[in-house]
């Protein structure tokens, strides 16, 4: 047993799966790049310090549900199919992923204080709402992951609200664009947990966990992943007539959603279970990076003045 003198980076990067946090940090590109083209507002100072809360809260996080899904048998050899599970496969003592995600809060707390001196206290109250669902995401006595809001709260929280508090930082401005802007990340971030959700049926069902796929069942929580995908896209090409994005930002858009679709089809293949989930994650993951990535050229298009 590995205990908390005894504990690596190693150790700590695995707790913290450091490899999910793909998806706040394109929230925290996608909401500081929309500012800086849309108000003409960047500072590197107040990126790097949101970049750093932002990675200790979505690590904070991580350790958290690390700690919560061990100790209430979601998290064991038999589900983890991946071999990602520190606290399973490692041999850790669970309350080690607790202290480490305390530290992470508590660090996160401190460059939150900082950013609301430097821009808006109103931050601060935002920054410390969603620390809070953070830790009922995972903790407290009824657990949010058990339930089948998790997509609503991990998009919404990951996506709208992250988006929109970065372009905040940087602009001190916030409209109905950036609104619209978040909008398809958050449902595509659903997408992301979604998707996990359905390879987990059998094991969260044992753990007593109510996810929407469970309710659904394996088939409709796989229509629901596919909803999910086109609404997406949807919702992004919406912002070319919503003046968000320039006519240009459809190729990209379209480039994306060619290799989203290719991506789907591959996991419907495949099936959703244990033994398929890590090409599944593999997959959804590479669709929202490609995403992000054709985001972020859109709205470079709109900087360099294509129509």
Known sequence: ???????????????????????????????????????????????????????????????????????????????????????????????????????????????????????????????????????????????????????????????????????????????ARIVWLGLPSSVLIATILSVNNACDIEGDARAGRRTLAILLGRDNAERMILLQAAVTLLLAYALVPLRVLPTSALVPLTLAGLFGWRELARMHRRGFSHLTKAPSMGGISAVFVVYTLAILIAIGMGAVGLP
């Open 1 to 175: 047993m590995i205990t908390a003198t005894r504990v690596t980076v190693v150790d700590v990067l695995q707790i913290v799966d450091i490899r999910t946090k793909i998806v706040s940090l394109s929230s925290l590109a996608i909401g500081t790049a929309y500012a800086a083209y849309a108000t003409h507002s960047f500072s590197i100072g107040l990126f790097v310090t949101m970049l750093l809360a932002t990675l200790l809260v979505d690590m904070g996080t991580t350790g958290f549900n690390s700690y919560y899904d061990f100790l209430h048998g979601v998290d064991t050899v038999d589900t983890d199919a991946e071999k990602s599970k520190a606290l399973v496969q490692r041999g850790i003592e669970p309350v080690v992923a607790l202290r480490i995600s305390w530290i992470l809060f508590v660090l996160a707390a401190a460059l939150g204080l900082v950013i609301g001196a430097l821009v808006d206290w109103r931050i601060v109250l935002v920054g410390g709402a969603c620390m809070i669902v953070a830790l009922l995401y995972s903790g407290g006595p009824v657990p949010i992951a058990r339930l089948p809001v998790g997509e609503v709260f991990a998009g919404g929280l990951l996506g709208l609200v992250l988006i929109g508090v970065a372009a905040y930082v940087q602009s001190r401005t916030l409209d």
